[in-house]
């Protein structure tokens, strides 16, 4: 797997207490800039609902009367109200809500674009890696004091190895703050937050994914 560097892991005060091997693989990547466009984009791409519709002509309503007869007037001639070039007329090519929006993006290439931002997140030290990260309640107030204490006041999402109800529910009313387990990290918001805290647990996890 190639654990050829180490990051500092914190304590709940915020400070180095001790490190950490993991993968240069995941960890120690050249940040690629196209790669890392292509994943973000092709990931809100495969996110998007095809919700939008607009009608044709068969399906707007209107008056299938003749605005004025085809000849005489001075105007152009016209059939019915509904046509594409009138106000209030179907469109030509009208969006379908079934319409699909997705991008194809293999495996192999997720990997690299989410290895390639984890690597730039460690170099600039907004990656930090803590030994555990929990809460004794459901409540936002003993989130806000343990991300205080640890000397985080940016926006920063909290990636653990498992589901942690107490710290999804005490996150939900935290502006800035994203509690996920690792199955759903993203490339979005991971290029998003200030800081991306990561417990050890969840730092084997992704090596298990992503490596």
């Known amino acids: 797997m190639g654990f050829g560097m180490e990051l500092n892991v914190i304590d709940d005060q915020g ?15 050249d940040y690629n800039e196209a790669l890392v466009h ?4 092709g990931y809100q791409a495969n996110a998007r609902l095809g919700t939008r519709a ?13 605005p004025w007869r085809q000849k005489g007037t001075g105007r152009a001639r ?13 469109k030509i090519f009208p969006n379908s809500p079934d319409e699909n929006f997705s991008h194809k993006i293999n495996r192999k290439m997720y990997r690299a674009g ?22 004794a309640a459901p409540k936002t107030k003993l989130l806000a004091q343990k991300l205080k204490d640890m000397g985080i006041d940016c926006s ?6 498992e589901f942690d109800e107490n710290l999804h529910l005490s996150s939900r009313n935290l502006k800035g703050v994203l509690v996920l387990n690792v199955a759903h990290a993203d490339p979005v918001a991971l290029v998003h937050f ?10 084997a996890r992704m090596e298990e994914l992503w490596v």
Do not use: C, N, Y
């Open 78 to 90: 016209a059939g019915m109200t509904s046509s594409p070039i009138w106000r209030g007329g179907g």
């Open 114 to 135: 989410m290895a390639s931002i984890l690597s730039r997140l460690a170099r600039e030290e907004r990656l930090v890696v803590v030994e555990g990260f929990s809460v």
């Open 54 to 66: 607009q009608k044709d002509r068969a399906e707007v309503r209107h008056s299938t009367k003749k």
């Open 38 to 41: 292509q994943v973000v984009v």
């Open 194 to 203: 200030d800081k991306v805290l990561v417990t050890k647990a969840a730092v």
């Open 15 to 29: 400070a180095v207490s001790t490190t950490v091997q993991v993968s240069d693989r995941l960890f120690g990547r």
């Open 156 to 161: 920063v999402m909290v990636i653990t190895d």
